[in-house]
């Protein structure tokens, strides 16, 4: 398809942020929008290059209401789109180790069941009875919700773009932005590798790049992009069909059932800011060995394949919604590792914030940009 000239709104970025916005000013009957991805494909960035899970369990109240609004979406996903996008309801399990996580995790699932989550509290030994194939001797308790678990981001991704499509929006991939023109302060224009398109709306929805976009538009982001990477092994038959998402908190390391075997990742505390998506060996090699000390059975597996991509941080690890000091510039990025889940209701919020000058469904306006300078940062513990 050929480049617009003109289009009312352009989005860049055709992940969970950009595809999700673009289909729900769809639904709301703006069809004069366009995608741009710079991928050959959509969903191929930090979206794609996620491990899928969906939670509940978060820190603070924002966070928990965002959840509580994004994955009954997906509940529904299928019947909204048309695509399939395997919502599974494993659970989640914090394991903690740590007396000062006690305490904090204690207070979130308190803040969580106020707020109608019901996350259970678990002790110790009934950790060690669940998962009696790990090695949780040092285990003091820990939190398990039975409806966080784990989504498709592509059947999202796609789900999101065909349907889009299909409502007169147009989304294209395999289009670099390289630059944005700024008139008076307001947006005029968006320079592409394929071309000018005028507009007076643009959303910043480029996740890990989202800065760089920015920068283009003189509007300085707060977001650096962080490597994260893991594993997936060959099939595991001694795993129980049961086996839950399971978090290692202190050591930021993790586990779910994927296929037959697992997928394994754990935060490296040390890595530097970058676009570098190469597996670290090195870091690989230090996972391993953390992760068979608490599942010794992973010594009988193999390694069916290895992934890295990209977490967009914030300050403060909560995302950036809504409108910046140029005016027709908007910002939907920042997610800090768990924006997956919260995408679905963040393209509805995205929506509302430029079609009704608020959200609505949510409210999201202490998440704008303007708290970094102002000095009211919220801050997030459960990131992973």
């Not at 992940?15 to 969903?43: C, I, N, P, W």
């Not at 978060?58 to 996008?85: D, K, W």
């Not at 997928?263 to 530097?272: Q, R």
């Amino acid at each position: 398809m050929t480049l617009p000239t003109t289009a009312d709104i352009v989005i860049i970025g055709g992940g969970v942020m950009g595809a999700s916005t673009l289909y729900h000013l769809a639904a709301r009957g703006q069809k004069d929008v366009v995608l741009l991805e710079k991928e050959e494909f959509f969903g191929l960035g930090a979206t794609g290059r996620c491990a899928g899970g969906v939670r509940y369990q978060f820190s603070t109240e924002i966070n928990i209401r965002l959840s509580l609004a994004s994955l009954p979406m997906l509940e529904t996903f299928e019947e909204e789109t048309g695509q399939a996008v395997d919502y599974r309801k494993i659970g989640y399990l914090f394991l903690l180790t740590r007396p000062e996580d006690v305490e904090t995790f204690r207070r979130n699932v308190a803040l969580q069941n106020r707020l109608g989550v019901e996350t259970q509290w678990l002790d110790g030994d009934e950790i060690r009875e669940r998962l009696p194939m790990m090695n949780l001797d040092d285990v003091l308790g820990g939190t398990f919700n039975p409806e966080d678990g784990l989504a498709d981001p592509n059947g999202v991704v796609m789900g999101y773009i065909n349907a889009a499509r299909r409502l007169g929006a147009t989304p294209l991939s395999g289009i670099n932005v390289t630059d944005i023109e700024v008139e008076h302060g307001a947006v005029k224009a968006v320079i592409t590798s394929a071309g000018k398109i005028s507009t007076p709306c643009v959303v910043n929805a480029a996740g890990p790049w989202a800065a760089l976009i920015g920068q283009m538009a003189g509007v300085p982001i707060p977001i650096t992009p962080l490597r994260r990477q893991w594993l997936t092994t060959t099939p595991l038959p001694d795993l129980p069909a049961d086996f839950p998402f399971v978090i290692d908190f202190a050591q930021s390391l993790y586990f779910h059932p994927e296929g037959d075997g697992l997928l394994t990742g754990m935060s490296n505390p040390n890595e530097k800011i970058g676009f570098d998506q190469r597996v670290d060996p090195d870091w690989e090699l230090t996972h391993m060995e953390a992760a068979i000390a608490r599942l010794p059975l992973l010594e009988t597996a193999g390694v069916a394949s290895r992934m890295a991509g990209l977490y967009e941080n914030t300050p403060d690890a909560h995302p950036i919604f809504g409108k910046t000091p140029v005016e027709g510039f908007y910002i939907v990025a920042g997610f800090s590792g768990h924006g997956f889940m919260h995408g679905p209701v963040a393209g509805k919020l995205m929506a509302e914030i430029i079609l009704d000058g608020q959200a609505s469904t949510v409210d999201v306006s202490m998440l704008d940009l303007a708290r970094f300078e102002e000095g009211r940062p919220i801050r997030e513990i459960n990131v992973v």
